[in-house]
């Protein structure tokens, strides 16, 4: 085996451990009941709003309630991104055309969505949302197509 297909072979194993790892905290934060998930929202929500924001310890419980449900939907969003993108760099290791290593990260990153959500429908206080496998389905592709700027980009530089 020569030292190229080491590399390879190398940065694929690195780049699955990193997805699985992905994958199992993603099952972990929807493992957490309704009121273990909606706390550590809320914790989150507070702390952006009092350290970041308002500078204040009373907050509104208006402000707090919708702060906590963005900070829960680009949670999704960002978590499936970094789905995206580590789907995208590892089927980019193999020599398949462009168009299918696209669909097969969207496919897989899609289908780990709708099954995080089916399986919260198992959880006590959980439930699965629609809304958040299409949040979850948009990450993947933003992180696709950071993927796919970066390799443009080397390849630029590479006929450079």
Same mark, same amino acid.
């Not at 970094?82 to 696209?102: A, D, H, I, P």
């Given at each position: 085996m020569n030292m190229e297909k080491i590399k390879i072979n190398i940065l694929r194993v690195i780049l699955l451990i990193l997805l699985l790892g992905t994958f199992f905290a993603i099952?972990?934060?929807?493992?957490?009941?309704?009121?273990? *998930?909606? *706390?550590?929202?809320?914790?989150?929500? &507070?702390?952006?709003? #009092?350290?970041?924001?308002?500078? #204040? &310890? #009373?907050i509104n419980e208006q402000v707090l309630e919708t702060t906590t449900k963005v900070i829960r939907k680009v949670a999704h969003f960002?978590?499936? %991104?970094?789905?995206?993108?580590?789907?995208?760099?590892?089927?980019? %290791?193999?020599?398949? &055309? #462009?168009?299918?290593?696209?669909?097969? *990260?969207?496919?897989?990153g899609i289908l780990y969505a709708t099954s995080d959500e089916i399986h919260q429908a198992f959880v006590p206080g959980r439930g699965p949302q629609v809304t958040d496998v299409m949040i979850d389905s948009m990450g993947v592709v933003l992180g696709i197509l950071i993927v796919l700027f970066i390799l443009k980009i080397l390849r630029t530089a590479i006929k450079k």
């Open positions: 099952f972990g934060f929807s493992s957490q009941n309704g009121e273990e *998930s909606g *706390s550590l929202s809320k914790n989150v929500a &507070k702390f952006f709003l #009092e350290k970041i924001v308002y500078h #204040e &310890k #009373e960002s978590i499936y %991104t970094v789905v995206g993108f580590l789907l995208m760099s590892f089927v980019s %290791t193999y020599n398949l &055309k #462009e168009r299918k290593r696209v669909l097969m *990260s969207l496919c897989i």
